[in-house]
């Protein structure tokens, strides 16, 4: 026998029907979320061996290169007029420089996150990493099928790396409650964090374009991937080529 209809369960409230009918709206973020649009830094100067990059805590730290500096150009004029409330870079000099047209136009002052910085490649520091790459080093072919920077030689533990990139991450969500926040990091460090974020694979989100843009809103235990790699504003350097 079927059971009897709650009656104490009363129906939701219903909305009187507009006479043009439930419309489709665009997506807000909810009161209180925390927008944080993630970009890569600017191309940075090409590696060679004859030119060793400066270093900073042991990571190799490179300049913007010129296309890297118009990438950042770019950027500030795609996001001038967003309601920003804050720039964060991190330790490393590429972040900062690709930041720098954005904050003076909104005349904000960047902050440092160190915990954002890129992974730590260990041997494969001040370039090495490109080298390798253009050489398909076998070990380069097992970052990718392990899906694990650590494979190199000496670089940095893929747990605590997990570890550092998704604290400085909630630090920032933590600071800025309602807010949207621009911050300014690295190839390796979003795509660590794109991960958590979707709970894809490890590698999933590897490869973002220098200067392009993803959108991650944060609202208390729900987290969303609203895009990734955004770089329609690098429009008018693919046409200059």
Same mark, same amino acid.
């Given at each position: ?5 709650? @009656? ?12 043009? #009918? ?18 890569? *830094? =600017?191309? &940075? ?22 296309? #890297?500096? /118009? ?17 964060? !870079? ?5 972040? *900062? ?14 902050? @440092? ?9 260990? @041997? ?29 030689? =000496? ?22 409650? =309602? ?5 300014? &990091?690295?190839? =390796? ?10 709970? &894809? ?8 374009? %220098? ?6 809103? !944060? ?6 991937? /609203?895009?990734? %790699? ?12």
């Amino acid at each position: 026998m079927p059971e009897p209809a709650n @009656e104490s369960a009363a129906d939701p409230e219903e909305v009187e029907v507009p006479a043009e #009918g439930f419309r489709q709206h665009r997506y807000a973020p909810p009161p209180g979320a925390t927008t944080i649009l993630l970009v890569r *830094h =600017g191309e &940075s100067a090409p590696a060679h061996p004859d030119r060793p990059f400066a270093t900073r805590d042991g990571h190799g730290d490179p300049p913007l290169d010129p296309n #890297g500096e /118009r990438q950042a150009e770019l950027l500030a004029e795609r996001l001038q007029d967003e309601p920003i409330s804050a720039i964060y !870079v991190t330790t490393l000099q590429r972040t *900062h420089q690709t930041a720098a047209p954005l904050a003076k136009r909104l005349g904000i002052t960047p902050v @440092e996150e160190p915990d954002l910085r890129e992974v730590f490649l260990g @041997e494969w520091e001040l370039g090495e990493l490109r080298r390798r790459a253009a050489n398909r080093d076998p070990i380069f072919e097992q970052i990718w099928a392990q899906q694990r920077w650590d494979v190199i030689p =000496g670089a940095e533990a893929q747990e605590l790396f997990d570890e550092r990139v998704w604290r400085g991450f909630q630090r920032i969500v933590a600071a800025h409650p =309602g807010e949207r926040v621009v911050v300014v &990091s690295h190839g =390796g460090t979003i795509g660590q964090l794109l991960h958590r974020v979707t709970d &894809s694979r490890r590698f999933a989100f590897a490869g973002a374009d %220098n200067a392009s843009v993803s959108e991650v809103v !944060v609202d208390g235990q729900r987290i969303i991937l /609203r895009r990734y %790699n955004d770089a329609a504003h690098l429009l008018p350097l693919l046409r200059e080529q």
